[in-house]
């Protein structure tokens, strides 16, 4: 696609939350010099994400929890009021260099994805898709909510209605609260169910504005299919959107170590090629995903899509090397395909009849609104 933009950063090249967190690898900085590796990455396509000024986060973040995490990066520490008040300093939400400056610019680049994308377009915010941040306090790694403030900046510009997509194998809690009874905001959600952050249950609409469909260990990509043609597409093409919102997170794949879906690359790819007519403007984000193969691998595939790339049966070797060289805290070594492909095998399996109940039941509830 002639239109498509990549927006990345150099502040993601080195960044960690730390040794042993999962976010200890390096993803954004992965898709990057993989993209650049295969060529898919013309400067011309190229965009460096502005760091988001703290007026611009109080759209949904409180001015005192802006202000707290800006004063916990300067000072590298929090108090314990701080950590009781805002979630900041924890295992899961530590203290660490770029903790304010890292966040502030994926919402910068989910910023720029709106601007670029007003007049139609597609755009990639790899760096975005932080979907659990809380008006006053950081969650689930996500110290701000880049997918909110995105959303409400389309809204800003002029668009009546935007169309939320997530399949991260997590429930978007943060972006739910932010638009629970809104009209001018559809949300769709596929993450597993008994997960973290138990929210999202199938039953739960948001007071009309979500669809959200938790899956079981296992979900496959035959049913990822049947979700994505009964559930997924009819829910946003009935919402007529002038803007989609396609949050990708790779941790509902088979590899990675924080959920347990069993999908391949392949969905991902499939979501953005299906979602893609249905609207003037689509941005696509990153989200979760802690297995570095897995992610660097399954989010190259996505921009390969978006940007109209053709994915070789085998990587050349300095794409490949790019593979070899990424490290994780973790044992072992993945399966040696991952090293030399970039879409994964079809990860087929039957589909289970709770599942084809639960569609059933989102069908009925879709239909009703037509």
């Not at 689930?140 to 009546?160: D, K, S």
Request: net charge positive.
């Amino acid at each position: 696609m002639s239109d498509a933009r990549f927006i990345g950063s150099p502040i993601y090249r080195g960044s960690v939350y730390g040794a042993r967190h999962p976010l200890s690898i390096q993803r954004v900085p992965a898709v990057i010099d993989l993209a650049r590796a295969l060529d898919w990455l013309p400067t011309a396509r190229y965009r460096t994400s502005p760091r988001a000024k703290p007026a611009a986060l109080t759209r949904f973040h409180s001015t005192g929890y802006v202000a707290a995490l800006q004063a916990a990066e300067s000072a590298q520490s929090v108090s314990e009021l701080v950590r009781a008040r805002h979630g900041l300093g924890t295992l899961s939400n530590p203290v660490f260099a770029e903790m304010y400056r890292r966040p502030a610019t994926a919402v910068g680049g989910g910023l720029l994805a709106a601007e670029l994308v007003a007049e139609g377009g597609v755009v990639y915010n790899p760096g975005g898709g932080q979907h659990h941040g809380l008006p006053d306090r950081a969650a689930g790694f996500c110290y701000l909510n880049e997918p909110v403030l995105t959303i409400e900046r389309l809204l800003q510009m002029g668009l009546a209605r935007v169309a939320y997509v997530d399949i991260d194998a997590h429930h978007c809690d943060g972006v739910e609260i932010a638009f629970a009874g809104r009209a001018d905001v559809r949300m769709v959600s596929v993450h597993e169910a008994r997960r973290w952050p138990f929210t999202g249950a199938l039953d739960d609409t948001a007071g009309g504005a979500a669809f959200n469909l938790p899956v079981a260990r296992g979900f496959n990509d035959t049913e990822f299919s049947l979700v994505l043609e009964e559930v997924i597409l009819p829910a946003v093409a009935d919402f007529r959107p002038d803007a989609i919102y396609l949050q990708c997170g790779a941790d509902a794949l088979l590899e990675d170590p924080l959920a347990r879906l069993s999908l391949s690359n392949r969905c991902h790819v499939a979501a953005v090629r299906a979602l893609r007519p249905l609207s003037p403007r689509m941005i696509v984000s990153g989200g979760g995903g802690y297995n570095p193969w897995s992610v660097a691998r399954c989010w190259t595939a996505v921009w390969g899509e978006i940007a109209g790339y053709k994915v070789p049966d085998n990587l050349p070797e300095q794409a490949a090397d790019v593979l070899r060289g990424l490290v994780w805290h973790r044992k072992g070594r993945p399966d040696p395909a991952l090293f030399t492909t970039l879409v994964d095998s079809p990860r087929y399996g039957a589909v289970s009849a709770d599942l084809k109940a639960d569609i059933a039941r989102l069908k009925a509830r879709l239909r009703a609104i037509i």
